[in-house]
Each structure stands twice: as structure tokens, then as C-alpha cells.
């Protein structure tokens, strides 16, 4: 053999920089002709087998009629259609691109179903889907929606139909919920929202599936369908090991105790790093264990299986040798961009599709796994390739928002501020809130990658996770002296329950140990002093109103996605427990702030919605009604999205969050260059916000200021100031204000 190397020298490849297409050039014609699933071609899924027949394996009629319903089944129709398509390469995919996506659609509305008010047999996506509608929102300043989870979810007991169990979160089926309308409302929502310059955005669930038919028929063991779960069969010798199932019930949650057991057999992994939504005597641990199942071949089965959510929600296996559950995921993401047109999607609970066995004694390995990366990056690529762009909903640690940020979603929620900001306004004090910000730029967490909200569905989330996980033990100054990250996590969680919570405003409740049930206006009441909704009288709503626009200016004044709901453009309060108790009686109170609301004023006589949700208080009226008041939220709030969107905010540079003179103040300094960090000349954007409710002066400095430059004020024109020597200028605010300022260089 010659001597020398085997393989002559090549040169390194060249880096490959993305594509100059935006979304808006590649989002309609690079899309694959729409697809409909051979199911729905054939005339949607029927059931024309008599119900008295046996429900489970031993009847082919009943499994077949499973097949007509599963996921799985639809995936594999969508994905043939799409395979060989020259439209699958039309789009750059590899990386997130935030600014593009951003650039794309920047405010959003976040749209949750079961609460708006429609006009007598009018569907939800009808009514998001009307001209009115979009006219109030190009009023406004949205020019996007996301319409939450319209699909069909809960489960399936026998021939019959549950109830979903956590918001239609659970999905079992890509086809729409006649709940909600029709497959075409929902595409003459994004025809309607196209043309008023908008785009639409649906949900995926990477996660998890409700106990549809894809779940049956993996109890039952047929075909891949097991593999879609992390589920495990308990040989029949090692049912002594498992707890009885009550009659009327499918699975029964496990103890700690049968749990760690079933782990010490090798059955499972055991405990995993938290048990979310826990809850004693309902959910202790993230496993349950099915009843016997009857399975396809005649054998009667057990099985444990993993929920990192609910009961209800199965996790979905995204390493099993079948990849199953991928494809599953896979086929419902094209199924809603490439058949119903949807521009975007939200990845609900992506940050726990990796679960691994740790060392002995610790807990599994179940958050920041390097498979829930891999497997965004399927999903998102995926995305991309057919012309859309993602978001996350993450809440992890900042160095796995990064992580996961950079090969998958083009955009991840904003959870590291959102409870600093209500922190800053329930104490009066913004430290907390720079210090999360100052954080998440030097973990490298652009804000232009993020997704700043105001109330959704959710509650308001003050776990905490990078300070009281990962972070617990490192030490941060915080109150002139320095804390651990676990005491820092405890301290703001005991500040926001004392300020929002408790006898002095019962009106939000505590949401296990994830956070607050509560909206907008309602966290702002209690920081007001308020202990009854009944006390809000008419002279308190411009206080409330002032400070839910201080809330805003923080989300929208800076780079980034700003997203509020129909719950703040009506300024809606919590609704009576009593009012939900049958939803709220198995702990999850997160219903008291999702009530139903009339966006246009289309059934004032209305008392709940289509869906039966009771109709909440609304501080602020209607949005026709509004934007008919010059001092209105609505008129207000489109205001300032004007400023932002004209200085083109959305997709700036954070360059930095300086120290302030008040410790109600926050600062936030912004370089409007596109996110092009050559343009270093570019004109300075500063956000100067006062989270309290008394008058504050002080002096806005920073090294990033040109001296001799002047301050002006966005709004109108006017000069406020100009910057000293010393890189700073004063400025005064009102109660609850904030103030959009430009530093034009020399």
C-alpha cells in the first residue's frame, strides 16, 4: 500500500448561510398542494358498527373502526402525498431564523375557544374568522392569531366519546372539533386573515396524546401503535405489584412506593426530576397502570405507562425503534400547514420528549435531554421545510431555552420574565425583573427570539425553574446581600402569593405548585388593594387601565413577539369559583381566569359561552365600543404598537438594561439595526417603564449613549433632553407609565 494519507485532502466545506427569503415571499407558493387524508375524502370517519358489540381486541369491527380514528393512521396518508414533492425543498430549514418569523407576524392574538362569545350557532372559527373582527385587530395593531387547540381531544371509552381533560391539549384526532366549526372556516380564517395582513398559527402536542384511538389500540397491541407511548407491559406473575383499578375507571396513578418498586424490577425508570400538576391521592407520581386490556391477539394485557401531564395525556416515545410516535407528530404538523394553511405552529410541552435512567438514587434524567433537542429539531426543520415557523412554550431553565432555541422552535415563550414583571408591579420594585432580563442576555437568550405575553390560558408560572433547579446553589445580590438561587425562587414565590393571593384578594387561586390563576386585570386589582372584585368601582378601572398598558409597553417596547389575549382586550376579571366548581373540584383552578368573553358585542344577552363557560366581568367593554373612546385600552394600546411598529422595535438588538435611579423604574436600551450587530451607528431606542402607582424622577444612564445626543420623545417629536457627559439624561414619570425614547447619533 502506497504510503501517505487515503483520502486526498479536501478543503473544509464552506459555511452555509441561510437563504435570503422571508416568510411572506415563501409562505403561499413554496407550499405543497393542500392534502386531505383519504379518511376525510371518504367522508370523515364513520360508525357503523351496532355499539352492543364487544369494545375492545376480540372484535375487528371495533379495531378497525379505530384505525378510521387514530393519528397515526392519517399521518401515514398526509406523508405519502407530500413524499417526491418538489415543494419539500423550496425552503431553508436547518436553522431557526427568529427575526424572519418575527418580521413575519409580531403581535398576536391569543385566541382560547371554549371562552369567546360567538352570535347564536356561529362557530369559534367562524367568528376569528370574520371581517369585523379583523378590522378591529388592524385597528389595533395584531396582525396575528393564534388560535389555540381547535382539533379533537379527550378520549375514547368503548364507542363513546370523553370529555377532554386539560383544554383540548389532549388531541386525538387531526380533524377539527365541531365544537369549534369546520375544516372550512378554519381555511377561510387564514384566507381572511391573509388578506388583512395577518397570519394564523395552530398547536401541536410533541408531547403527549389524549386516550384516543391511537391509545387503545396501543393497550390493545396492535400493529406500531405501542410504540407510540412509553408504555410497558407487566407480565401477568408481576400484577401483584400493581395497584386495582376501580370499576369505571381505566388506570389508577401510582404511589411513590409501587412506583420505586416497579423501578427496582427493572419495569421502569422510576421518579423523574418533578411530578407536574401533583397533586396527593390524584397524581403522585408521572406513572399509571392500566386495568386488563384485551388485545388484538387474544391476550389479556397490563400496562405502565408514562403521563408527565395528566392521567388523560400519555407520553409520546420519540426513541422507540418503530418511531411511531414521531411519525404520529409529524403527520399532525403537515396536516395543519399543508391542508388546513396555517402559517405557524406552538409546540405545546416539547421539553420533556427525552426520558433516560440516572445513576442510583437520583431521579430520571427527564429535562434538557438531549433527545427533546434532537427531536425539535425534526419537528421544527420539518416546519420550515413547508414554509412555516414554530414557538415553544418552554419552561426550563435559560440555558435549555437557548439550547433547544438553536437547532429547533424559531421562537420560545417568554417564561423567564413574565413572573418578574408581575413581581416588579406586586412590590413595586423592578429589581427582580432586571435581573432576569440582565440573566437571559448573558446566557445568550435574545429577546428578539422570544415570545413576550400577557395573560393566556395558562396560569401565571412562578416555578422558576433556572433559579430553583439547576441553579439552586449559585449565589445572585439581590436586596443588598447575596442569595442562593433556591432562596431567591422562594423569596419572589412568597412575595407574588402574599401580594396576590390569600384573604386579602381570594379571587386568585393558587394553581398546585406551578403558580396563580388569575388574569391581567385581576393580578392588577390585588396590587391596588382591591380584596373583592365587587370593590372595583368605575373610578378604579383607569388605574387598573393605566397599569395594564405599563404591563404592555414592557412586552411590546422591546425585540420580540408580543402576544396578549381576548381576556386583556376586555380587561376581564376572574370569574366565582362557585361559578366553576364542577371544572375547578379536581384542583385545577386555572378556570377561574378563563372566563367567557364578547370581543365584538354579538350576544350581550349571552351568559356563558357556546361552550358553557360562565361569562366573566369585562372592565373595559367591547372592542367597536373601544376604539370609539380616544382614552379607551384598546385605542390606547394601538397607540403604542404603532411606535413600535414604525421603529421597527421587533426585531432590534437588547444592548442593555442599566442600573436605575428608582427602584420602581426598569430600562430597557435597544439598538434599531434589524438584528444586524455591523450597524453600530444605528439609532438608539430606549424603554423607560414605572411599575409604580406614585410619580418618579430619576436619571436614565448608559455607556451605550453618545454624549451631546438628543433625547426624543417617540410619541411626539418633542425633546426631552440630551445626553451628558456622564452617558446620561433625567427623565419623570406618571404613575404607571413608561416612555418610548430615541437617540439619534450626531
Known amino acids: 500500500m502506497a504510503d501517505g494519507p487515503l483520502v486526498a485532502e479536501q478543503a473544509p466545506p464552506a459555511a452555509h448561510d441561510a437563504p435570503e427569503i422571508t416568510y411572506d415571499e415563501q409562505r403561499y407558493p413554496a407550499r405543497p398542494r393542500r392534502l386531505r387524508p383519504r379518511a376525510q375524502l371518504e367522508g370523515g370517519r364513520r360508525r357503523r358498527t351496532p355499539r352492543h358489540r364487544e369494545a375492545d381486541g376480540s372484535n375487528p369491527a371495533y379495531v378497525d373502526w379505530l384505525v378510521q380514528q387514530s393519528m397515526l393512521a392519517d399521518a401515514e396518508h398526509l406523508s405519502r402525498q407530500l413524499t417526491g414533492s418538489p415543494a419539500m425543498w423550496r425552503n431553508p430549514y436547518a436553522r431557526p431564523d427568529a427575526r424572519r418569523a418575527v418580521a413575519a407576524t409580531s403581535v398576536w392574538f391569543n385566541a382560547y375557544p371554549i371562552s369567546l362569545i360567538t352570535r347564536p350557532g356561529e362557530s369559534f372559527l367562524a367568528a376569528v374568522g370574520g371581517e369585523q373582527l379583523w378590522e378591529a385587530f388592524q385597528a389595533i395593531g395584531i396582525d396575528g392569531i393564534h388560535t389555540g387547540p381547535v382539533k379533537r381531544a379527550g378520549g375514547l371509552t368503548g364507542w363513546e366519546e370523553t370529555p377532554s381533560v386539560d383544554g383540548h391539549f389532549d388531541r386525538v384526532s387531526t380533524q377539527i372539533d365541531p365544537a369549534f366549526g369546520t375544516e372550512e372556516e378554519f381555511r377561510a380564517l387564514c384566507e381572511v386573515a391573509d388578506a388583512h395582513g395577518g397570519s394564523v398559527i395552530d398547536d401541536i402536542v410533541p408531547g403527549h396524546t389524549g386516550k384516543g384511538a391511537d391509545f387503545r389500540l396501543a393497550e390493545m397491541a396492535h400493529g406500531d401503535y405501542p410504540g407510540i407511548y412509553h408504555m410497558v407491559e407487566i407480565p401477568e406473575p408481576s400484577w401483584h405489584l400493581l395497584p386495582d383499578v376501580p370499576a369505571g375507571r381505566d388506570a389508577v396513578n401510582l404511589d411513590a412506593a409501587t412506583e420505586a418498586r416497579l423501578a427496582a424490577e427493572g419495569f421502569i425508570i422510576g421518579a423523574l426530576q418533578r411530578v407536574i400538576f401533583y397533586a396527593p391521592g390524584v397524581k403522585e407520581t408521572n406513572w399509571s397502570a392500566t386495568g386488563p386490556v384485551v388485545g388484538v391477539d387474544g391476550v389479556t394485557r397490563r400496562w405502565v405507562y408514562l403521563h408527565y401531564f395528566k392521567q388523560g395525556q400519555p407520553s409520546i416515545n420519540w426513541l422507540d425503534p418503530t418511531f411511531a410516535g414521531m411519525r404520529l407528530v409529524i403527520g399532525d404538523a403537515l396536516h395543519s400547514l399543508a391542508e388546513l394553511g396555517t402559517s405557524a ?82 412590590t413595586g420594585d423592578a429589581e427582580f425583573l432586571r435581573l432576569t432580563l440582565r440573566t437571559s442576555l448573558r446566557l445568550g437568550v435574545d429577546p428578539a427570539t422570544l415570545v413576550h405575553g400577557l395573560q393566556n390560558h395558562d396560569e401565571l408560572t412562578y416555578e422558576l425553574v433556572h433559579w430553583a433547579t439547576a441553579h439552586a446553589t449559585d449565589t445572585y445580590e439581590f436586596r443588598g446581600r447575596e442569595v442562593t438561587g433556591d432562596e431567591l425562587a422562594r423569596t419572589v414565590r412568597a412575595d407574588l402569593l402574599e401580594a396576590l393571593t390569600g384573604p386579602a384578594s381570594d379571587y386568585n387561586r393558587v394553581f398546585t405548585t406551578n403558580g396563580i390563576a388569575c388574569t391581567s386585570t385581576s393580578v392588577i386589582a390585588a396590587t391596588r388593594g382591591h380584596t373583592t372584585l365587587d370593590s372595583i368601582g368605575d373610578d378604579d378601572v383607569e388605574m387598573i387601565r393605566r397599569a395594564h398598558l405599563l404591563l404592555a409597553m414592557f412586552n411590546a417596547w422591546q425585540p420580540g413577539v408580543f402576544v396578549l389575549s381576548g381576556w386583556d382586550l376586555t380587561g376581564m376579571l376572574t370569574v366565582p369559583e362557585e361559578q366553576v366548581r364542577a371544572l375547578t373540584e379536581t384542583g385545577d383552578t386555572r378556570w377561574v381566569e378563563r372566563g367567557a368573553h364578547d370581543l365584538l358585542d354579538v350576544a350581550p344577552e349571552a351568559t356563558t359561552s357556546a361552550s358553557g363557560m360562565p361569562r366573566g366581568r369585562s372592565l373595559y367593554g367591547p372592542l367597536p365600543q373601544q376604539l370609539e373612546q380616544a382614552d379607551s385600552f384598546a385605542t390606547r394600546l394601538s397607540g403604542l404598537l404603532a411606535l413600535r411598529a414604525q421603529h421597527h422595535l421587533a426585531t432590534a438588538t437588547q444592548v442593555d438594561v442599566p442600573d436605575v435611579a428608582h427602584p420602581g423604574m426598569l430600562v430597557m436600551v435597544h439598538r434599531l439595526d434589524g438584528g444586524d450587530a455591523s450597524l453600530t451607528s444605528a439609532t438608539i431606542q430606549v424603554t423607560v417603564l414605572n411599575f409604580t402607582g406614585e410619580r418618579v424622577e430619576g436619571t436614565v444612564r448608559s455607556d451605550t449613549f453618545v454624549p451631546r445626543a438628543a433625547v426624543v420623545d417617540a410619541r411626539d417629536g418633542g425633546e426631552v433632553g440630551w445626553v451628558d457627559d456622564l452617558h446620561s439624561f433625567s427623565v419623570w414619570l406618571s404613575p404607571y407609565s413608561g416612555l418610548f425614547l430615541l437617540i439619534h447619533p450626531s
Open 345 to 426: 405552529l406552538r409546540l405545546d410541552a416539547n421539553g420533556f420528549l427525552g426520558v433516560e435512567r440516572s445513576s442510583e438514587g437520583s431521579p430520571a434524567w427527564s429535562e434538557g435531554h438531549p433527545l427533546s433537542q434532537a427531536a425539535n429539531h425534526v419537528i421544527a426543520s420539518t416546519v420550515r421545510k413547508v414554509g412555516g415557523f414554530t414557538f415553544q412554550e418552554l419552561n426550563l431553565g435559560i440555558e435549555d431555552i437557548r439550547d433547544t432555541g438553536a437547532v429547533g422552535a424559531d421562537l420560545s415563550y417568554d417564561f423567564v420574565n413574565r413572573p418578574a414583571y408581575h413581581h416588579a408591579l406586586a
